[in-house]
């Protein structure tokens, strides 16, 4: 058990807590903010580099089995740190026009980024409860960042009171399943051969918790409030880092930790609850008028359709979910992007959709990436959207899931109208008043192209540099064993 | 019953260390004593009175920073139980840890979380 | 010799009293002490568990709770704090602006 060896697997982690370190000490010595911003880039490029060298790299565990490395957490790692590169790269502008621009937002993201990353590669639950506190906790903060305002102050409550709430579900779960087994390492929980109603218990319970974290239905209700008070550039962190890491951490429970003994199947309830999930989500964001809500419950619908490929369960409906988590982040981070932008323009409320009345042609630029982005959420064919949802329904059809495909594909066609009736709004409404929009910054604006740019990119059976994403994916589930159980 | 001998000793040593100490300052030191110098908290608050008093916020982000300083030690005492044993690359982690507890002490000082003033008004002292 | 049924039952209720404490209380300070019980009541299981199993990996895992619930209560009474500073209450039915 070399120490260093043990290091190198988690190495991305590693870089963002220490970058989080500096960036606190740079902030209290009051450093140029431009400074920390590029202090956080810089480490955040450097960890993608090496979360992209594990990608190909060999799978395994380490830390004395606590950490898993390689395949599904390689990506889960990739998946954190580029939401969390593209959050950063167009949060400067934004929280410089709200006035909230510190050195310790830049601090949060990084810890926060730590704990994401420990959760994604979590091979134990000790391991897994540690990454999704630490994850919690600075989300916390990071949701009352405006807290001299009312609704900043009040989302970050709701916020903390629920997720703590989830924290003690989940707890709660991990003890019952640690007290039913007697070890909380997935490989000698997978080990178990009869199965206590003990162990029931602490998974339903576990997955309780889960569930809050991923903002499934019923446990939903934190989620538009939360969306909606905190800074949208945060928002979508939350809405794409926290929730990609926190969906890889559930495949590898599901995939690693629960005993393949029949009756034990989660598929049941999985499917009961992505079903609900999809046609709330979905039918709720039709009668909201504030883009950030609207957005809060597309991401609940998207939740859904995340979870038709879990309740699959097979190597498929994993791989289509990791290819989801892969395209709603760039999707969302984008579309958020944009919205971040029209509400840096302090002289209207941009985030009522009717003030999105012409908007199409004054920046026609940040239109048109909104569009993409919006189309691609909605599932239409040339977007990376299509794609992912494609795979995770295929997946869920060949499990015989056929019920949840239907639906799946239902309240997708239903989704079309919230995103659409924006762009309606953009290009086809006369504006109610005369308005000049501020310019985007460069990297702003550039930071989305790149977003819109993988959008289209991977929305045509891509290759990516070695081989396409998808076989890339499912080689993680193939080659190493049935459902991904990786050997040391 | 005799292993207990060695606990009354000790109490014994603590006891005469003390009245040692205190009887020394007193009698090698200055001694100017006034109303604030004799408080039970000398610099904090009222101890006696009604418990529904309110005091200042200061006090409130002291206590915040006290739990989280206290309890971080817990992971201290495992390590220290088993030092011999665990060697060089766990003492090293342990470093890193103080490090960054350090780092986040640090960062409280400078920001300046324990310097605050009692107002009067608040602090209800007569 | 006390069997570890009654731990496990005495973490139960405890843990049923922090969830309906946190359903139908309106204090949000008095919420976030039950949201304590909740943790603190997991403790005990976990270290009933331990000792049952004689494994240490559960009193680990209390050490990581404990330090992680400090934690919580220390975000969450500031939030609280800047909820007071808002609302001059830190009754959770007047903090309403956001819904639908």
Redesign the interface.
Same mark, same amino acid.
């Given at each position: 058990m070399d120490y260093l060896y043990d290091l190198n697997t988690f190495i991305p982690a590693t870089i963002a807590a220490a970058a989080g370190l500096v960036v606190l000490m740079q902030s209290v010595y009051k450093v140029k903010i431009n400074t920390i911003f590029g202090v956080t880039v810089f480490s955040l490029v450097v960890a993608l580099l090496f979360a992209l060298r594990d990608l190909f790299g060999p799978v395994g565990t380490s830390f004395y089995d606590m950490v898993a490395y390689g395949g599904t957490a390689a990506f889960g790692t990739l998946l954190v740190i580029t939401g969390t590169l593209f959050c950063v790269l167009i949060s400067r502008d934004y929280l410089e026009a709200i006035d909230h621009h510190y050195g310790e937002v830049y601090a949060m993201i990084l810890f926060a980024t730590t704990g994401m990353v420990g959760l994604a590669v979590s091979n134990d639950l000790i391991m897994l409860f540690v990454g999704l506190e630490t994850m919690s906790i600075c989300l916390y903060v990071l949701a009352g960042l405006i807290k001299e305002e009312k609704t900043g102050a009040e989302s970050a409550l709701k916020y903390f009171l629920l997720g703590a709430f989830s924290t003690g579900f989940l707890l709660y779960g991990i003890a019952l399943i640690y007290g039913a087994t007697g070890s909380t390492n997935y490989a000698d929980i997978t080990a178990l051969t009869d199965i206590s109603p003990l162990f029931m218990a602490g998974s339903a319970l576990l997955l309780v918790g889960f569930f809050f974290k991923i903002s499934a239905v019923p446990f939903h209700m934190w989620t538009p409030d939360v969306y909606q008070g905190t800074p949208t550039t945060l928002t979508a962190y939350f809405a794409t880092a926290s929730k990609a890491a926190t969906f890889v951490a559930l495949i590898l429970v599901m995939s690693r930790m629960m005993p393949e003994i029949e009756g034990v199947g989660w598929t049941q309830a999985i499917s009961v609850i992505a079903i609900i999930t999809m046609i709330l989500g979905n039918l709720i964001a039709l009668v909201q008028d504030n883009v950030k809500r609207m957005l809060a419950y597309s991401s609940i619908a998207h939740a859904g359709y995340l979870l038709v490929g879990l309740a699959a369960g097979t190597a498929d409906g994993y791989t289509g979910v990791l290819y989801y988590l892969f395209a709603y982040t760039v999707m969302n981070i984008g579309a958020f992007g944009v919205i971040a932008f029209y509400e840096r323009n302090q002289a209207l409320d941009f985030t009522d959709v009717n003030n999105y009345a012409g908007l199409g042609y004054k920046q026609p630029v940040m239109a048109v990436l909104l569009s993409v982005f919006l189309f691609s959420l909605a599932g239409i064919p040339p977007f990376v959207g299509f794609l992912a949802k494609y795979y995770v329904f295929a997946a869920a059809v060949n499990a015989g899931h056929i019920t949840l495909a239907v639906v799946g594909v239902l309240t997708t066609a239903a989704s079309v109208y919230y995103y659409l009736r924006v762009m309606v709004f953009m290009y086809f409404r006369e504006p109610h008043k005369e308005f000049d929009l501020v310019n985007p910054g460069a990297i702003f604006k550039y930071a989305l192209i790149v977003l819109c740019v993988l959008t289209v990119y991977y929305g045509v059976e891509p290759v990516f540099p070695m081989g396409s994403l998808i076989e890339l994916l499912t080689s993680y589930y193939t080659e190493t064993g049935p459902a991904g159980m990786a050997g040391p | 019953m005799e292993s207990y001998i060695p606990i009354i000793v000790l109490l014994g040593i603590a006891l005469v260390l003390a009245l040692l100490l205190m009887s020394l300052s007193r009698l090698l030191g200055p001694f100017r004593p006034n109303t604030n110098k004799l408080n039970p908290y000398e610099s904090g608050m009222d101890p006696v009175g009604q418990a529904r008093e309110r005091y200042s916020i200061g006090f409130y982000l002291v206590a915040m920073e006290f739990i989280i300083f206290d309890l971080e030690v817990v992971f201290l005492f495992p390590w220290a139980v088993k030092f011999t044993e665990l060697g060089f690359g766990t003492f090293v982690a342990m470093v890193i840890f103080i490090i960054i507890l350090f780092i986040g002490l640090f960062y409280t000082l400078k920001k300046g979380t324990i310097y605050f003033e009692l107002k009067p008004s608040i602090s209800n002292r007569t | 010799m006390i069997g570890i049924d009654w731990y496990?039952a005495l973490?139960a209720v405890l843990?049923i009293i922090? #969830?309906i404490g946190?359903l139908i209380r309106r204090n949000?300070i008095v %919420?976030?002490m039950c949201?304590e019980l909740?943790?603190n009541s997991?403790n005990i299981?976990?270290i009933?568990?331990a000792s049952?199993?004689g494994?240490i990996?559960?009193q680990?895992?209390v050490?990581?709770?404990?330090? #992680?619930a400090?934690?919580?209560?220390? %975000?969450?009474?500031? %939030? /609280?704090?800047? %909820?007071f500073?808002?609302?001059l209450s830190i009754d /959770?039915t007047k903090?309403?602006?956001?819904?639908?």
């Amino acid at each position: 058990m070399d120490y260093l060896y043990d290091l190198n697997t988690f190495i991305p982690a590693t870089i963002a807590a220490a970058a989080g370190l500096v960036v606190l000490m740079q902030s209290v010595y009051k450093v140029k903010i431009n400074t920390i911003f590029g202090v956080t880039v810089f480490s955040l490029v450097v960890a993608l580099l090496f979360a992209l060298r594990d990608l190909f790299g060999p799978v395994g565990t380490s830390f004395y089995d606590m950490v898993a490395y390689g395949g599904t957490a390689a990506f889960g790692t990739l998946l954190v740190i580029t939401g969390t590169l593209f959050c950063v790269l167009i949060s400067r502008d934004y929280l410089e026009a709200i006035d909230h621009h510190y050195g310790e937002v830049y601090a949060m993201i990084l810890f926060a980024t730590t704990g994401m990353v420990g959760l994604a590669v979590s091979n134990d639950l000790i391991m897994l409860f540690v990454g999704l506190e630490t994850m919690s906790i600075c989300l916390y903060v990071l949701a009352g960042l405006i807290k001299e305002e009312k609704t900043g102050a009040e989302s970050a409550l709701k916020y903390f009171l629920l997720g703590a709430f989830s924290t003690g579900f989940l707890l709660y779960g991990i003890a019952l399943i640690y007290g039913a087994t007697g070890s909380t390492n997935y490989a000698d929980i997978t080990a178990l051969t009869d199965i206590s109603p003990l162990f029931m218990a602490g998974s339903a319970l576990l997955l309780v918790g889960f569930f809050f974290k991923i903002s499934a239905v019923p446990f939903h209700m934190w989620t538009p409030d939360v969306y909606q008070g905190t800074p949208t550039t945060l928002t979508a962190y939350f809405a794409t880092a926290s929730k990609a890491a926190t969906f890889v951490a559930l495949i590898l429970v599901m995939s690693r930790m629960m005993p393949e003994i029949e009756g034990v199947g989660w598929t049941q309830a999985i499917s009961v609850i992505a079903i609900i999930t999809m046609i709330l989500g979905n039918l709720i964001a039709l009668v909201q008028d504030n883009v950030k809500r609207m957005l809060a419950y597309s991401s609940i619908a998207h939740a859904g359709y995340l979870l038709v490929g879990l309740a699959a369960g097979t190597a498929d409906g994993y791989t289509g979910v990791l290819y989801y988590l892969f395209a709603y982040t760039v999707m969302n981070i984008g579309a958020f992007g944009v919205i971040a932008f029209y509400e840096r323009n302090q002289a209207l409320d941009f985030t009522d959709v009717n003030n999105y009345a012409g908007l199409g042609y004054k920046q026609p630029v940040m239109a048109v990436l909104l569009s993409v982005f919006l189309f691609s959420l909605a599932g239409i064919p040339p977007f990376v959207g299509f794609l992912a949802k494609y795979y995770v329904f295929a997946a869920a059809v060949n499990a015989g899931h056929i019920t949840l495909a239907v639906v799946g594909v239902l309240t997708t066609a239903a989704s079309v109208y919230y995103y659409l009736r924006v762009m309606v709004f953009m290009y086809f409404r006369e504006p109610h008043k005369e308005f000049d929009l501020v310019n985007p910054g460069a990297i702003f604006k550039y930071a989305l192209i790149v977003l819109c740019v993988l959008t289209v990119y991977y929305g045509v059976e891509p290759v990516f540099p070695m081989g396409s994403l998808i076989e890339l994916l499912t080689s993680y589930y193939t080659e190493t064993g049935p459902a991904g159980m990786a050997g040391p | 019953m005799e292993s207990y001998i060695p606990i009354i000793v000790l109490l014994g040593i603590a006891l005469v260390l003390a009245l040692l100490l205190m009887s020394l300052s007193r009698l090698l030191g200055p001694f100017r004593p006034n109303t604030n110098k004799l408080n039970p908290y000398e610099s904090g608050m009222d101890p006696v009175g009604q418990a529904r008093e309110r005091y200042s916020i200061g006090f409130y982000l002291v206590a915040m920073e006290f739990i989280i300083f206290d309890l971080e030690v817990v992971f201290l005492f495992p390590w220290a139980v088993k030092f011999t044993e665990l060697g060089f690359g766990t003492f090293v982690a342990m470093v890193i840890f103080i490090i960054i507890l350090f780092i986040g002490l640090f960062y409280t000082l400078k920001k300046g979380t324990i310097y605050f003033e009692l107002k009067p008004s608040i602090s209800n002292r007569t | 010799m006390i069997g570890i049924d009654w731990y496990l039952a005495l973490s139960a209720v405890l843990f049923i009293i922090g #969830v309906i404490g946190v359903l139908i209380r309106r204090n949000a300070i008095v %919420i976030l002490m039950c949201v304590e019980l909740m943790l603190n009541s997991v403790n005990i299981s976990l270290i009933a568990f331990a000792s049952h199993h004689g494994d240490i990996t559960g009193q680990v895992l209390v050490f990581f709770v404990l330090a #992680v619930a400090a934690a919580e209560a220390v %975000i969450g009474l500031a %939030i /609280i704090l800047a %909820i007071f500073r808002n609302n001059l209450s830190i009754d /959770i039915t007047k903090v309403n602006l956001l819904r639908w």
